[in-house]
């Protein structure tokens, strides 16, 4: 009788070595698994296997004993330890639900949103499409093209109880009507124009362009353009040139003498170079140091800006509350869209130029002309 180590592939394998070798009077005295290979220790040595059985029940007795004093704590700590699963439990599922809420609501707004750009995009056709006979047709051809809901109500009854070229011409006139400044006069009466825009939306050329028309209307060439510019820029040589070519003087701002100019005849156009936030630090600063010098102020807006530039650039001078120059017409055209925005920040267009209402010149932006432009530009769609 003795006691054997036993290796194999497997389990099963070595069993059956150990069956093979010492019968069923075996025991099995450990198993382990070493480097891949099974390794099993049996004996049929019959003191072996006494010690073997009585390290097992003493084993037992000892889990029992283990696994009672557990259980006597558990039976002391019950009662607190149910309390207080039960408080964090709720608290866990309160948490959980507030999220799901959160979640589910975020899921209904964002539905909500999408189906409200879905709804503001449709249009309501009988079966044969879009027809003349559906009640409300204007407001629909105008929202395609592209004039915003907010105008089109605002400006409704213009076109109720038109036919659809009737409607629409009445609405580009109202439209034209709430647009135009009608105060291209004061260009006549200021002899002091600060003109300022974005870069690179025609600032030196309207100022070439208004100089050149005040000249003509007034017969004289008494005038100064005045450079307001910063080091960044090098609108100055553009300014020159046109000074070259007209006759008439350029000054520098830092030179120009803002008091005794009051009373002075001589007619200044302010050529405001930079960026728009430039233009419109350097105008306070002179409103609040000279609060006696008088000014026309004209913004330029160049053809072609989306409504949102076009808002956020109307609000950016709303305290100042200059004319809009409408400029480089002749490089693109000025849409609906861009109009609406126009019409809802209050902006008063003053002057258009450029394309096919005026080459080379200015020309006053009024109720005809505004309808006009309007009429030849937006055919439908």
Known sequence: MSTQL???????????????????????????QNNGVVEVEASNNDEVIETHKKKVAENKNFSKIFFKQI???KKNNKSSNNIEFIRNNNEKNQRNNLEHQKKVISNIQSEISSLRKEINGMIITDQSGISDKLSHYTPIKLRQEKFSPE????????????????????FFRELSKKLSSNDFSRLSKSNNIFIFGNSGSGKSTLAAKIASHLSDQKGTNNMNFVDVSNSSTNNSDILRSYSRVLGFNILDYKTFDFSSN???NK?????????????????REIKNSFPSFEFCSILTVQSGSNSEMISGICQKVADIRPMIAVTKLDECWVGAEEFSSLAQNNARIGIVTGTRVI????IEANENSLTKYMK???KGV
């Open 6 to 32: 036993f290796k194999a592939k497997d389990m099963k394998s070595a069993i059956n070595l150990v069956n093979e070798e010492f019968g069923d009077d075996a025991i099995i005295l450990s198993t382990k």
């Open 71 to 73: 259980d006597g704590n």
């Open 151 to 170: 105008i089109i109500g605002e400006l409704s009854y213009s076109f109720i109880g038109k036919n659809l070229e009737d409607g629409r011409i009445s």
């Open 262 to 264: 009051v009373n002075d």
């Open 267 to 283: 007619l200044n156009i302010f050529d405001f170079s930079g960026d728009l936030n430039f233009s419109i630090q350097k105008i």
């Open 359 to 362: 080459i080379d010149s200015i």
């Open 376 to 378: 030849e530009n937006f």
